[in-house]
């Protein structure tokens, strides 16, 4: 195909690699359109341009799928044939190269605005075409069941980014998730027996190690399996999803033990203590423990055990004695 030059004609060569290459059973990423653009037009673009370039088509009305709406990639949703007129190869040649209208202007302009402009659904506006990349990887680990590393980064008072800390953290990678317009990848930490969760916009330098992930069912919270909608109803929406615990306290808490729990608690005496299984949220037997941290002892389940300890730990380096 005859080379293609010019930065207001990149428009039309996305849409001809997406007539020629992409499909509903083939999207197209970014990384492979930039590489059709060079093979088939001899044209060098970034993947900020292609963002932008992709977001005008859509805008111009052009049918695209894109990786927000199918999690794989590009590709116009009808086949070339069928392309409205004016939204076809032609019309839209005809329309760059036309005299510069007030509003061919504006679009050209766009096209060459060095400013990122990301292709966004509603429900993703926050998230950066950029990871999706990541989340590629992920995915890619998740079915190897390999671990990751990556760079963490944490937003300051400015609103810009700079690393958690120098060194990478490795990760057992299990699920991803999509909440309040982020998305989340499950993990656990060697040596750290409960799970956790990473912004996946925030992770950098994402690599796919050659080592074996744990398997999630070795966790003491994941037995009968990874549950997400509940991990994620409990770590993110905080709902009040009940769960079976076992305390054992002093026998004068009985009445606050029924004052917090009511109906959701059933105790019988163990000598001068009492034993109480309480059918609550986490957040309500977390604030009861905490407040009466002096008469009580949580004995299940074993990892929200672990999770206080490791909270009393924090808690004691925080504040040293003297």
């Not at 020629?20 to 970034?46: C, V, W, Y």
Request: proline share 5%; hydrophobic share 40%.
């Amino acid at each position: 195909m005859a080379e293609t030059k010019g930065k207001k004609a990149l428009s039309l060569c996305i849409l001809r690699v997406l007539e020629q290459h992409a499909g509903k059973a083939n999207p197209l990423s970014t990384r492979h359109i930039i590489e059709f653009l060079e093979q088939d037009h001899g044209m060098i673009a970034e993947r900020k341009a292609v963002g932008r370039n992709l977001l005008l088509l859509q805008e111009m009305g052009f049918p695209l799928s894109t990786y927000q709406e199918n999690g794989k990639g590009y590709y116009l949703k009808t086949d070339a044939g069928s392309v409205p007129h004016e939204h076809n190869p032609a019309a839209l040649d005809a329309y760059l190269r036309a005299p510069r209208s007030e509003r061919t202007e504006r679009e050209i302009m766009r096209l060459q605005d060095p400013v990122p402009v990301y292709v966004a659904e509603a429900e993703t506006g926050r998230q950066a075409e950029t990871v999706f990349e990541t989340l590629d990887l992920i995915k890619a680990a998740i079915e190897q069941k390999l671990m990751i590393s990556f760079l963490y980064a944490v937003v300051q008072a400015d609103g810009k980014k700079k690393p958690q800390r120098e060194t990478p953290f490795t990760v057992s990678p299990y699920a991803l998730f999509l909440a309040e317009g982020y998305y989340y990848v499950i993990v656990s930490v060697s040596g750290y027996g409960r799970l956790l969760h990473y912004r996946c916009d925030l992770m950098e330098q994402v690599t796919v190690t050659d080592t074996p992930a744990r398997p999630a069912e070795t966790l003491i919270e994941c037995r009968d399996g990874l549950d997400v909608p509940a991990y994620v109803n409990r770590t993110i929406y905080l709902t009040d999803v009940k769960e079976l615990h076992t305390v054992l306290c002093a026998e004068h808490l009985a009445g606050a033990l029924l004052d917090a729990f009511g109906d959701g608690v059933h105790m019988r005496r163990e000598g001068e203590t009492i034993r109480a299984e309480i059918d609550a949220p986490w957040e309500a037997v977390h604030r009861f423990l905490v407040n009466n941290l002096k008469h009580t002892t949580l004995l299940a389940p074993a990892w929200r055990r672990a999770q206080i300890r490791e909270e009393l730990l924090s808690a004691l380096s925080t504040y040293p004695q003297g």
